[in-house]
Structures are given as C-alpha cells and as structure tokens.
T-cell receptor, first 113, second 110 residues
Framework: SAVISQKPSRDICQRGTSLTIQCQVDSQVTMMFWYRQQPGQSLTLIATANQGSEATYESGFVIDKFPISRPNLTFSTLTVSNMSPEDSSIYLC??????????FGPGTRLTVL | KNEVEQSPQNLTAQEGEFITINCSYSVGISALHWLQQHPGGGIVSLFMLSSGKKKHGRLIATINIQEKHSSLHITASHPRDSAVYICAVRSGGSQGNLIFGKGTKLSVKP
C-alpha cells in the first residue's frame, strides 16, 4: 500500500498569485499523477509526473500554468500559477503501484478570490 | 456521452437500507475502480475489479465485462457511509489513465 500526504490541505489565495502544492509518498513510485476536481465535477487528470523526465500534460493543461517538479521517487510538487477564480478546485495527487491499485492523497482545497 | 456513467447522481437512504450504485462504461478497460470521497475531499480506493465480484465488510462490488457494467452494493447502510462514490475505469493497460464518473452522492439518514 501507499500513504500519501499533501500540503497544504486548503488555502485561500488572491487572483494573480501562485500556489505550490506538495505531495509526499511513503514508498518509491515511478509514476505520480496530479488531478483536479472542480466543484460538482469528476476528477480530471492534469499531468503525469515521472521521476527524471518532464511531466506529460493532458489536453487543456500546459506547463506554464501548472509547472510540476519530481525531484525523487517519493515527492512531487504542482504549482498553480497566475491563479484566477476558475482555478478554485480540489487538487489531488495519486500513485499507481505495480498491482494497479491507485492511491490518492487527501487533496488540497484551493479557493481563489 | 461520457465514457463513464453513474446512476443515480444522488441517493438518500435510511440507516439499514440496502444500497446499489451503478456504473456503465463505453470503453475497453483493464480494470475498474470504486472510490469513496469524503466531504473533506480525500479519496479512498474501495475496490479494483477486472472480473467477477469482490466483498469487503458490508461492501460488495460486481462487474460484468460483457455488458460493461459494474455495481457497488452497501448492505446495512450506516450514516458513516455518507460520501460520494466514484467509479473509474482504466483503459490502455496498467499504465493507462483513469477515466472517472461524476460520482454518486450518498446520504444515509439515521
């Protein structure tokens, strides 16, 4: 199994600022995923972060807006840049172990004013 | 049409009732996940299915690959079961992305 922690758990930010969300896993994993869940919507994959390579972004998401770091096999960060109220969401990191089981972090609830 | 459809969207039940949540999908999958999301946003993986049936405590999950349909059952429901239940399918093999349904919001009244 994998235990995932995220920081911060929630934040309220001003328009135009940036927030970096940290994700820590208690075991080494190759692939980490960042998801967004807008109010009333299902989860949407932002990007897949592999250690040692550039993150792979899904359609509609770009590196300038959501830069990701993956410095080692247990840690990743997602930055939400130049925020607007439309970025208000829950952001979740997730890992998939070799058993195909997917584990999710507790989420970061972001409100942009 | 979404690739993963859940029904119902909202469900209110009395404590002790038997609950069924349905999930239909339109893509080929390697696995189907049932997830539970608590009001604070955290998500817990309940089941991963590729065939048949799994049981964990009061929770039972079934999948019919031919009909592209899965159900999550909760027996003897309890207020602490109140949460959003999300069906997600993995396409494209074990490294494929998860495609999520919109979730079913369950409220169990005492």
């Amino acid at each position: 199994s994998a235990v995932i922690s995220q920081k911060p758990s929630r934040d309220i930010c001003q328009r135009g600022t940036s927030l970096t969300i940290q994700c820590q896993v208690d075991s080494q994993v190759t692939m980490m995923f960042w998801y967004r869940q807008q109010p009333g919507q299902s989860l949407t994959l932002i990007a897949t972060a592999n250690q040692g390579s550039e993150a792979t972004y899904e359609s509609g998401f770009v590196i300038d807006k959501f830069p990701i770091s993956r410095p080692n096999l247990t840690f990743s960060t997602l930055t939400v840049s130049n925020m607007s109220p439309e970025d208000s969401s829950i952001y979740l990191c997730s890992v998939a172990l070799f058993t195909d089981t997917q584990y999710f972090g507790p989420g970061t609830r972001l409100t942009v004013l | 049409k979404n690739e993963v459809e859940q029904s119902p969207q909202n469900l209110t039940a009395q404590e002790g009732e038997f609950i069924t949540i349905n999930c239909s999908y339109s893509v080929g999958i390697s696995a189907l996940h049932w997830l539970q999301q608590h009001p604070g946003g955290g998500i817990v993986s309940l089941f991963m299915l590729s065939s048949g049936k799994k049981k964990h405590g009061r929770l039972i999950a079934t999948i019919n690959i031919q009909e592209k349909h899965s159900s999550l059952h909760i027996t003897a429901s309890h207020p602490r079961d109140s949460a959003v239940y999300i069906c997600a399918v993995r396409s494209g093999g074990s490294q494929g992305n998860l495609i999520f349904g919109k979730g079913t919001k369950l409220s169990v009244k005492p």
